[in-house]
C-alpha cells in the first residue's frame, strides 16, 4: 500500500530566532519514499540538516521575524501489515544487551525510573517477563489514563500520568516506558505519523502520533500504551529518550504557532503511484 505524508505548520516569530525540528521521515524509512520528503518554508531560509545523537534526520532554521510556514507533502510505500509481535520475544539481562541499548533503562526528563520503580515492581513484578510483562504494562496503563487534549501539558511527566490518570498520547507512552525501564526493559520514545488506516476514524483533526519501542528478543518492537492494538502504517520519524528528545519543533525563541495540519491518508490503488 502507499500512504500519502504531509503537514503544514504556521508560526508567528516576533524577533528572529532559531528552530530546529524533526519533521523529515526517519532514516530507517527513506529506502521507502516514492516521493521526497522536502521540507518546504515559506519565506525561504537558512536550513542546515544533520543526524542528531538519536541517529533521527534534524533541521536547524535560522528564522526571521514574522509569519513562518513548514510544510511537506510526500508518498511512502508501506506493506500494509499490522504492528510486528513475538510472544515468545524473550527479555535480556542487564550484561546481555548491546552497550547502546543501556542508555534506554535510565531515568530521563519525563521518565522518572526512580521514583516509580517500587510501584512498578509491586503492580508488574509477578508478571511473565519479556512480551507478556510489556502486554501487561500496556494494558494496565490504556485501561487507567483517560485520554484528553484539554488536560495537555508540557511539564507532565510518568510521576504525574500515574497520580492524576490522563493526558495525551505522549502521555500514556512516558508512563509505559517508565515502566518498562523499571522492570529492566529497554524502552524508548518514539513520534511519527499513524493515520486511521484500518480502523474508524479519530473525532479529532490529525496529529503526529507518539508510541514506544521496546528491547526484546534482540530487537526493537513497536507498542502503543494509547491504543493498545496493533495498528497499520505507522511511519516513523524520531526516537529518544522521551518526547523531548523527539520533539517535532523546539524553538530557541518566542513562536506562537497559528496553524497545524497533518495528513496520513492510504491513497487509493486506482492513483497509486508505479515506485
Known amino acids: ?33 516514492i516521493e521526497p520528503d522536502v521540507l518546504q518554508v515559506d519565506p525561504a531560509v537558512s536550513v542546515e540538516s544533520y543526524l542528531d545523537l538519536f541517529g533521527n534526520r534534524a533541521t536547524r532554521l535560522q528564522l526571521p521575524a514574522g509569519t513562518i510556514r513548514l510544510q511537506t507533502q510526500a508518498l511512502i510505500a508501506d506493506g500494509g501489515a499490522l504492528d510486528a509481535r513475538d510472544p515468545t520475544a524473550v527479555q535480556h539481562a542487564a550484561h546481555e544487551l548491546p552497550p547502546e541499548v543501556l542508555r534506554y533503562l535510565m531515568p530521563s526528563r519525563y521518565c522518572e525510573v526512580d521514583l516509580l520503580a517500587p510501584i512498578a515492581l509491586d503492580l508488574f513484578g509477578n508478571t511473565e517477563p519479556g512480551w507478556p510483562r510489556v502486554e501487561a504494562i500496556c494494558k494496565w496503563v490504556h485501561e487507567r489514563v483517560s ?17 492524576e490518570r490522563v493526558g495525551v498520547c505522549r502521555d500514556f507512552q512516558h508512563l ?28 479529532y483533526p490529525m496529529d503526529f502520533s507518539a508510541w514506544f519501542e521496546v528491547y526484546l528478543g534482540g ?26 528528545d523527539a520533539a517535532i519543533t523546539t524553538t530557541f525563541g518566542a513562536a506562537t504557532l497559528t496553524h497545524f495540519e497533518v495528513t496520513s491518508d492510504a491513497v487509493p490503488d486506482s492513483l497509486a503511484v508505479s515506485a
Do not use: E
Open 1 to 33: 500500500m502507499q500512504i500519502r505524508l504531509g503537514y503544514d505548520l504556521r508560526f508567528d516569530v516576533p524577533a528572529p530566532t532559531v528552530m530546529t525540528t524533526l519533521l523529515h521521515v526517519h532514516p530507517s524509512r527513506v529506502p521507502d519514499l
Open 147 to 163: 485520554f484528553s487534549y484539554a488536560t495537555a501539558r508540557p511539564t507532565r511527566g510518568a510521576l504525574d500520568v500515574f497520580t
Open 176 to 203: 509505559a516506558i517508565t515502566f518498562c525501564r523499571c522492570l529492566n526493559i529497554p524502552a524508548r520514545y518514539a513520534a511519527g505519523y499513524l493515520g486511521d488506516i484500518g480502523v474508524p476514524a479519530a473525532p
Open 219 to 244: 530487537r526493537w518492537w513497536s507498542c502503543d500504551a494509547r491504543h493498545n492494538a496493533r495498528r497499520i502504517g505507522r511511519v516513523l520519524m524520531a526516537t529518544g529518550l522521551d518526547a523531548t
